[in-house]
Every structure is written in structure tokens, then in C-alpha cells.
């Protein structure tokens, strides 16, 4: 299955956290962070502002810093994702 989101709303696949510290420490799950790091896997059709339509910023592919708890976390396909709004979405990483 695959999710179409609507509006505003983009899919995310959220990068795994880190099992380590810089150090060499292995974290526990309860130590590690929530990662704020993800992958666009899908975007909705825009926004409507003034009876004109805005599409969204972020494009399938881009890698994204977005909100800590922002989201809905839903599960497709044994996949974790997290369906956020675009103004949740903090950057887009440039390389």
C-alpha cells in the first residue's frame, strides 16, 4: 500500500537513531534520542491561500529536519512513517 497525503501534509521516513555516542558508548533504547531526521517519501497537492494554490517546498527524496514531536507515526507495509504538516518541517539538508 502506499500513502497519497493531502494538502499540506508530507509522508516522512524517519532515519534510524544513533547506537552510539561519538565516544564509543552503546545507548540504550531508553537513552537515545528521537531522531529528527527524515526522508520525504511523499507530498501532498499544496496549500490554499487567497483562493490560489501553494505547492509545498519539499519534494520526494529531500532529506528534512523537522519538529520533535510533530506528526502522526503510522505503520504501512511492516514500514514505520510519520505523517507530518509542511510547517512542521524545520529544513531541507543541502549537500
Known sequence: ???KPLG????LKVMD????TKGG??????SKEKPMEAT???????TVVDGKKVPLD????DTVIYS????????VDD?????????DILAICVK
Open 68 to 75: 520533535q514531536y510533530a506528526g502522526t507515526e503510522v505503520e
Open 58 to 61: 519539499v519534494k520526494e527524496g
Open 40 to 46: 520525504v517519501v511523499a507530498v501532498g497537492t499544496g
Open 17 to 20: 537513531s544513533e547506537e552510539k
Open 79 to 87: 514500514e514505520k512513517l510519520l505523517i507530518v504538516k509542511q510547517s
Open 8 to 11: 499540506d501534509r508530507v509522508v
Open 25 to 30: 558508548l552503546l545507548l540504550t533504547d531508553t
Open 1 to 3: 500500500m502506499k500513502l
